[in-house]
């Protein structure tokens, strides 16, 4: 019997082009790679700067004297290092911040989503992101000089406004952020599908319903991101807040008195005229973990809760 004919092996080899291609990819890949690194290493280097000084800081005082006070005095003899005035003034002046842009923010993707026509959208998204572009530190002007004096002190009814006040430094940064919120919330929209609006439609609901009811429930995750991204820039705010919000630190529940933010408080800090290595020093890397730490949290809540609610479409 004669032996069974073999099948010869044939060796694919790719060509120069694809060889090209694929190295390429490759380069392309590891760029990405290092991009993605640099923002862990920048997080990692902040985490590290931060940890000695405020270990140093936390040595010195303890940790009840620092969020058991409610008194923030650590220039001054004898000195207090209870941090709660300056968180208050940061909690005031976010939430009204968070109050003026969320419903602002929605609003507005909800027209420009569901109402605008084509071209209106296209004219009126970048104009409304351009307030993006503005400098903070115009804002903090126009806050001070336009938006204390005559709205905060004309029409707040409740005590004297001074010069500052944490309700004109809110009023603004919520417009400041009202571009973030609308911008993440619209594209979160824009997203869902169009054939869930289509069904909408087709079972009898008004525009407003398929908005309210189909829309806002389907973009629900990437609302959620764009509110907490708009609270942590509000957060960590500075100019804004320490030209228009005060500089005294102040644990009051009235919004029309003048107060001092976490981010006002390093800012008016570490300007030199504090000796390196003291305690007074030192106070500056501990509030900048506390904020860090805050904004830390926050990121993590937004990311739970975005994975809870997230949906995927085909």
């Given at each position: 019997m004669a032996p069974a004919a073999t099948t010869p092996v044939v060796t694919l080899r790719p060509t120069g082009a694809v060889r090209r291609r694929q190295r390429v990819?490759?380069?392309?890949?590891?760029?990405?790679?290092?991009?993605?690194?640099?923002?862990?290493?920048?997080?990692?280097?902040?985490?590290?700067?931060?940890?000695?000084?405020?270990?140093?800081?936390?040595?010195?005082?303890?940790?009840?004297?620092?969020?058991?006070?409610?008194?923030?005095?650590?220039?001054?003899?004898?000195?207090?290092?209870g941090v709660w005035p300056i968180v208050g003034g940061t909690l005031v002046v976010t939430g009204i911040a968070v109050l003026v842009a969320v419903p602002c923010g929605l609003g507005v993707a909800f027209y420009l989503s569901e109402y605008a026509r084509p071209r209106v959208r296209r004219v009126l998204k970048p104009v409304l992101e351009l307030l993006a572009g503005i400098p903070t530190v115009v804002f903090g002007f126009f806050a001070l000089t336009f938006v204390n004096p005559k709205l905060v002190d004309r029409f707040w009814p409740i005590g004297d406004v001074s010069t500052f006040s944490a309700l004109g430094a809110g009023l603004v940064m919520g417009v400041m952020i009202v571009p973030i919120m609308t911008s993440l919330s619209e594209d979160a929209m824009s997203a869902v599908p169009e054939s869930l609006r289509q069904a909408g439609v087709a079972l009898g609901a008004t525009r407003r319903e398929v908005s309210t009811k189909v829309v806002f429930p389907a973009a629900l995750s990437g609302i959620v991101a764009a509110t907490v991204l708009a609270v942590s820039r509000a957060i960590g705010e500075t100019m804004i807040a320490l030209l228009a919000a005060g500089n005294r630190p102040n644990l009051s529940a009235n919004p029309g008195e003048d107060m001092q933010t976490m981010t006002a408080y390093i800012g008016s800090t570490a300007l030199g005229d504090i000796a390196t290595q003291t305690i007074q020093y030192k106070t500056i890397f501990a509030v900048g973990a506390l904020l860090f730490a805050v904004t830390f949290v926050l990121n993590i809540a937004s990311a739970r809760v975005v994975r809870r609610f997230r949906q995927a479409y085909e």
């Open positions: 990819e490759q380069v392309v890949k590891a760029g990405l790679l290092g991009t993605a690194s640099v923002s862990v290493l920048t997080t990692v280097l902040i985490v590290f700067s931060l940890l000695q000084p405020t270990v140093e800081f936390f040595r010195e005082v303890s940790v009840g004297a620092f969020f058991g006070g409610t008194d923030w005095a650590p220039n001054f003899q004898p000195a207090s290092f």
